[in-house]
Nanobody, 123 residues
Framework: QVQLVESGGGLVQAGGSLRLSCAASGRIFGGYAMGWFRQAPGKEREFVAAIRWSGGSTYYTDSVKGRFTISRDNAKNSVHLQMSSLKPEDTAVYYC????????????????WGQGTQVTVSS
């Protein structure tokens, strides 16, 4: 089991930037995917981005392409989400998650989750 702790959320104006971090502990294998999901008030949790632990391949949901960048630091066992050109609709609780296989956008395939960090974008 992988333990995950997010940090870096906060309040930012539209057009601004934030960088989320996720510290991972436990055994992480090369084929794992580390991902970010988000849940806005009254909405279902949705996939945002994911990265393969070995190799660094990435994929994103369409609404954040070109604005968000996911990265990982294998030496520090951490994953980051750099968010730029933020919009009010990006307001949500952001969750870090780990999956034993790469390629899924479904939360059902991610077995480890952090507690979430709030991101609020004001207009």
């Amino acid at each position: 089991q992988v333990q995950l702790v997010e940090s870096g959320g906060g309040l930012v104006q539209a057009g601004g930037s934030l960088r989320l971090s996720c510290a991972a502990s436990g055994r992480i294998f090369g084929g794992y995917a580390m991902g970010w999901f988000r849940q806005a008030p009254g909405k279902e949790r949705e996939f945002v981005a994911a990265i393969r632990w070995s190799g660094g391949s990435t994929y994103y949901t369409d609404s954040v392409k070109g604005r968000f960048t996911i990265s990982r630091d294998n030496a520090k066992n951490s994953v980051h989400l750099q968010m730029s050109s933020l919009k009010p609709e990006d307001t949500a609780v952001y969750y870090c998650a780990a999956a034993i296989a790469y390629g899924s956008r479904s939360e059902r395939d991610f077995g480890s989750w952090g507690q979430g960090t709030q991101v609020t974008v004001s207009s």
